[in-house]
Structure formats: structure tokens, C-alpha cells
């Protein structure tokens, strides 16, 4: 029953709710970067375009084929994204592994929604799929700047 009980509380309601309602779902026509991630654990893949103005992201879409905790953290990823730079990217993505390996704070603001998938930290299988998103949206705004600052 405990197991059953987890698991429950792991799929909440909220979590089934973001699932269901990812923001900015699908692809960017011309966009500045790219980058498809796959968990090889599970098999979950997220493909990230972004446009940027150099520095901060003006567009973004993603296309989300994971597990109900990978599409939960891409859709409070996609609600807050644009508007972001790298650094406050970067910091959500190390805030959220640090969460979730060993029990660290809750990322930063605009992404402190992701507190919700804090009960996924004994479900290690799951981490990979959880972090897609914000791990792939860190290696398109390097990709986007660096091929920006080479223009």
C-alpha cells in the first residue's frame, strides 16, 4: 500500500495538470537555436527552439515526448521561459538537480513552480526526464550566442 501511496502523492492532481497543458508546445519556424535531448533511461525526448535578441529569449517552443514529471517540468519551464537569459536558465537548471539529488532549495523565481516535482527525488529514474528541458534550453541559448557573437 505504501508504494501505492507514493505513487499517488509522485502523480498528483498538479502534476497531471501541467502534464496536460504544456505552454508554447511544439516548434519555432527560423529559429536561432536548436537542441533535442533524450533520456536514455527512460527514452523521453524534448527538442527546444528558441529565438533570441542576443542575450535573452524572445521565442521559444518545445516539442515534449516524456513521462507525466518530464511534460509537468516543460510546461513550468515554457510558462516562464521567455524573457530569460542564460544565466537565469542556468541557475534554475543547477537548482532543480541540486533539488532533486540532494534535496537542495527550491529553484529560483520565475521557476519555483518546479517545487511541485520535489517528491520525484526518490525516483531517480525519472531525474533524467525532469531536467530535459531546462538542460536543453541552456545548450540552445549557448548555441544561439555563441553563433550570435560569431556574426
Known amino acids: 500500500m505504501s508504494g501505492e501511496t507514493d505513487l499517488i502523492k509522485l502523480y498528483s492532481a498538479r502534476i ?14 527560423d529559429p536561432d537555436a536548436t537542441v533535442k535531448r533524450r533520456a536514455p533511461l527512460c527514452g523521453s525526448t524534448v527538442t527546444v527552439d528558441i529565438k533570441t535578441d542576443g542575450t535573452k529569449i524572445t521565442d521559444y517552443a518545445a516539442e515534449v515526448k516524456a513521462c507525466a514529471l518530464g511534460q509537468a517540468s516543460a510546461s513550468i ?19 532543480l538537480k541540486a533539488m532533486l539529488k540532494q534535496d537542495g532549495p527550491t529553484p529560483p523565481a520565475p521557476f519555483d513552480g518546479l517545487e511541485v516535482l520535489r517528491p520525484a527525488q526518490d ?6 526526464s525532469i531536467m530535459l528541458t531546462l538542460e536543453a534550453t541552456v545548450e540552445a541559448l549557448e548555441t544561439a550566442q555563441a553563433s550570435s557573437s560569431c556574426a
Open 16 to 29: 497531471l495538470e501541467l502534464a496536460a497543458d504544456i505552454p508554447h508546445h511544439g516548434r519555432l519556424e
Open 77 to 95: 519551464v515554457g510558462a516562464h521561459i521567455i524573457g530569460c537569459d542564460l544565466q537565469q536558465v542556468t541557475e534554475a537548471r543547477d537548482a
Open 123 to 128: 525516483y531517480k529514474n525519472r531525474h533524467a
